[in-house]
């Protein structure tokens, strides 16, 4: 049966700063709702080894350090909800939160932690693939190209992660870049330079996935030189695309002001969004660092300034009264 509940504080999402707001928000006694959303734990959840959270001396797994921020905030006095929330009603406060369940949660503060998605290329053959050999997560599919030859599209942390990652099962990965340096941190590089299942394609773009229809299975790749044109067709069983992520704030179009490239704004120093009581944190507002340990640190500041702004908002209401 659907209901209706009131909320000091409502957090979208719990990942690293939707987990950190919510320990920050119960601590102080603002009895937080956290709703945990289609990925509960976010995106750490889809990664392996996690080397540069700080506390952990020795490598620690993604959805580990999830489970233990999420039992953390709910020790603490968070209230954790498996929802999704799919429409909100930022124009007057208290907002309003409608999820999937029916459930709609009257909010006197909102933190926005709502992180962001795995980008695709957009190639309609990378559409009509998705699912049957493309994929955006090796962690997730990983496991079905034991002794196979996989690609891995892009030059960031994410692509060299996951080209490391699929050596534990494929024979042979190719990654492809679009230039001929990688963005990655140079420890991954090395890595990934020494290993000896992996090799690098560079100055190249995935023109086209080619595979078979009927069932729909890919077989390999288009590649094109960026500087000499050059298609080069190679055999592949699979193609992991990483090439970024894009915020997931399509919720909040035409409520709350973004940056062009759909980030949520916030203010300098602060996570306070053009619309009092509503904070952003973490990847969904962050579009430079979007680390753990950043998006966790953003999660700490919109507790401690939806507390300020409620404490502030109550000494407001009790002088009109
Ligand atoms: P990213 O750093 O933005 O890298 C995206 C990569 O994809 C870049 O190499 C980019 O090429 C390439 N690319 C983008 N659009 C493309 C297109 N249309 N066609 C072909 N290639 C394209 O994204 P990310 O690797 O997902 O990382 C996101 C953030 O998370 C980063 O800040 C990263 O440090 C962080 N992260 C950290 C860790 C870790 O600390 N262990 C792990 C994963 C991610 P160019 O280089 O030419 O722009």
Known sequence: ?????????????????????????????????????????????????VENYPGFADVIQGPWLMEQMEKQAAQVGARLVSDHVNKVELSQRPFRITCDSGDTYIAESLVIATGAQARWLDLPSEQAFRGHGVSACATCDGFFYRGKNVIVVGGGNTAVEEALFLTNFANKVTVVHRRDAFRAERILQDRLFRHPKI???????????????????????????????????????????????????????????????????????????????????????????????????????????????????????????
């Open 1 to 49: 049966m659907s209901g209706i509940v009131h909320a000091k504080v409502v957090i979208i999402g719990s990942g690293a700063a939707g987990c950190t707001a919510a320990i920050y928000a119960a601590r102080a006694m603002l009895e937080p709702v956290m709703i945990r959303g289609i990925q509960p734990g976010g995106q750490l959840t889809i990664t392996t080894d």
């Open 199 to 321: 090799v690098v394609i560079w100055d190249g773009v995935l023109d086209q996935v080619l595979g078979n229809e009927d069932p729909p299975k890919v077989a390999g790749a288009a590649i094109r030189n960026v500087k000499t044109g050059a298609v080069t067709e190679i055999g592949a069983d699979g193609i992991f695309i990483a090439i970024g992520h894009s915020p997931a704030s399509e919720l909040f179009v035409g409520q709350i002001q973004m940056k062009p490239n759909g980030y949520i704004r916030t203010a300098p120093y602060s996570t306070a969004t053009s619309v009092p009581g509503v904070f952003a944190a973490g990847d969904v507002t962050d579009d430079v660092y979007r680390q753990a340990v950043t998006a966790a640190g953003m999660g700490c500041m919109a507790a401690l300034e939806a507390e300020r702004f409620l404490t502030a908002h109550k000494v407001e209401s009790i002088a009109a009264e």
